[in-house]
């Protein structure tokens, strides 16, 4: 389970490709996602190659870089927590690229290998308390149906803010989409990330 789908559909990139207005925006953004994974290194000269693929569309680059920087380090749930739907999003749509990455980003958000693992076995599993098995569930539920079911929303009201409960789908929304753009365009899962686990979820 560990290849892209329809690895080779688009080619990420190379920096000798790039437009100049496009290697800007990745120099302007260049320690975003180091700021996720823990790393020192700049990405302007490396940048994920999913980035390194939606820069073949330059007029959407810049602002979802944006976006997306704006989502992950100014939101208003934990780092934590975010993770937990990340992951999951990334699970529920099968996307390599995304488990990969965001395996670095939990750990960095203080994870452990073991709960990471937990995460693809889903909610109902009893290694969870019951705060993170309705985060989980809520997104199962809007992967399933684009919505969060009236109990798991009440639980969630309990302890979240107004911005916290928006930002909630926003986030599994985020994810999935970018499974979906990794998966359709078959962006290569770069060279020493965690695979997809190879499990069978509880019925």
């Known amino acids: 389970m560990s290849a892209a789908p329809h690895r080779g559909r688009l080619e990420p990139l190379t920096s000798q490709q790039w437009a100049e207005r496009t290697g800007q925006t990745f120099a302007g953004s260049a320690d975003r ?3 996720l994974d823990g790393e020192d290194t700049p990405r302007a000269e490396r940048p994920l190659n999913i980035l390194a693929t939606i820069a073949r569309h330059p007029a959407l680059l810049e602002p979802f870089l944006a ?6 380090l100014q939101g208003e749930l934990s780092r934590r927590d975010s993770e937990l739907l990340a992951l999951r999003a990334a699970w529920n749509c099968r996307s390599p690229f995304e488990w990969g990455h965001h395996v670095l980003y939990a750990r960095e958000a203080g994870l ?3 709960e990471i693992e937990c995460i693809a ?54 994810y999935t989409m970018l499974s979906m753009v990794a998966n359709s365009t078959g962006v290569p899962v770069e060279d020493g990330l965690e695979s997809l686990p190879d499990i069978v979820e509880p019925p």
């Open 33 to 35: 996602v180091s700021k």
């Open 67 to 72: 976006w997306s920087a704006t989502l992950a």
């Open 112 to 114: 452990s290998d073991d």
């Open 121 to 174: 076995r889903g909610p109902a599993t009893e290694d969870w308390s019951a705060e993170d098995a309705d985060l989980l569930r809520a997104a199962d539920e809007m992967h399933a149906g684009q919505d969060i079911s009236v109990g798991t929303w009440a639980r969630l009201r309990a302890r979240f803010s107004d911005a916290q409960l928006v930002e909630i789908p926003f986030v599994v929304g985020q």
